[in-house]
């Protein structure tokens, strides 16, 4: 039950202890103010939180009000609420919060409708709980409460949208060479499509010519696909991605192990939905202009 308690109600119920308020930016002046009360009703939740205080808990909420975990389990009226939470605070002791409060809208004077995402920490440094919340504010006899509380699974943030033009470069890919030398790519999709990860190769009659590891993502600041790769000899670098198409420009600077740095561009193209080619243009050594790598072609190897 411990457990339970930790993860459906001490997650939702401290949505209410806000730090910050973005919700405001951009409200008239009188909807800062309730902002502000709410704001000020919330720190003294908090204060009642850390004391373990089941019965100051309760009494934020209205009479009336609710709270809906992410399982669905649904407490109505502050009794019931009071009773969870002085079971949580006889089992767990010493849990610390985070909050990012998204949005304060006030669809009425006396409502207010707030959602965002919280952190609950419980003692022992272990990993934190995180939930997406939506709370119900009202206004009655001059002071906020909670009307209701609902809390939902939080799914982290992905930035697929920014990568999905590489999508068709996913897979493995290996190129034909006469003379016994052969480049192969591998690209693979990191966890909630945040990154691609990758590694390219070659070999040359099975004997290793070069390994490099990569990581693709979205830099949010600058607002293009970046790189960071990974030498198996001790370099690194990183590269610029545009897109053109079905062409990407990579345009990357690398740091080798003798302390050398190497510039230049890689063109990565979609001949069809099983052929693509790779060429470098442009590479300079130490500042020393380098000739143009022959364009490589590589087909999608079949799985099974």
């Not at 997406?132 to 002071?143: C, F, L, Q």
Request: hydrophobic share 40%; net charge neutral; charged share 25%.
């Amino acid at each position: 039950m411990s457990t339970r308690l930790l993860r459906c109600l001490a997650v939702p119920a401290m949505l209410v202890g806000l730090t910050v308020l973005p919700g405001l930016a951009g409200q008239n002046k009188s909807n800062s103010k309730e902002g502000d009360a709410i704001q000020k009703n919330a720190e003294a939740f908090i204060a009642a939180f850390e004391k373990g205080d089941a019965k100051a808990l309760a009494s934020f909420w209205a009479p009336d009000g609710d709270y809906t975990d992410q399982s669905g389990r649904h407490l109505v009226g502050r009794e019931t609420i009071e009773k969870a939470f002085a079971e949580l605070f006889s089992e767990t002791k010493g849990l610390k919060v985070g909050i990012t409060s998204l949005a304060l809208r006030f669809p009425t004077p006396d409502v207010a409708i707030e959602d965002g995402i919280t952190e609950v920490y419980p003692p022992g440094g272990q990993p934190p709980s995180r939930a997406r919340y939506t709370i119900v504010h009202v206004k009655k006899d001059g002071h906020w409460m909670l009307s209701s509380v609902r809390d939902a699974i939080f799914t982290p943030p992905s930035q697929y949208d920014h990568l999905k033009g590489l999508e068709w470069a996913i897979g493995d890919w290996a190129g034909d060479s006469e003379n016994g030398e052969v480049e192969r790519l591998s690209l693979v999709w990191a966890e909630n499509q945040n990154f691609i990860t990758g590694t390219f190769a070659t070999t040359l009659r099975h004997f290793s010519l070069g390994n490099m590891k990569v990581w693709i993502g979205w830099d949010p600041i600058a607002k293009n696909v970046r790189s960071w790769s990974f030498d198996a000899a001790g370099g690194f670098g990183e590269g610029s991605w545009t897109q053109e198409g079905k062409k990407w420009t990579v345009k990357s600077s690398m740091t080798l192990p003798d302390a050398k740095k190497v510039s230049g561009s890689v063109v990565i193209s979609q001949v069809d939905p099983d052929t693509i080619t790779i060429q470098r243009k442009g590479a300079t050594v130490d500042g020393k202009p380098m000739p143009d790598m022959k364009e490589v072609k590589l087909k999608r190897l079949k799985n099974g």
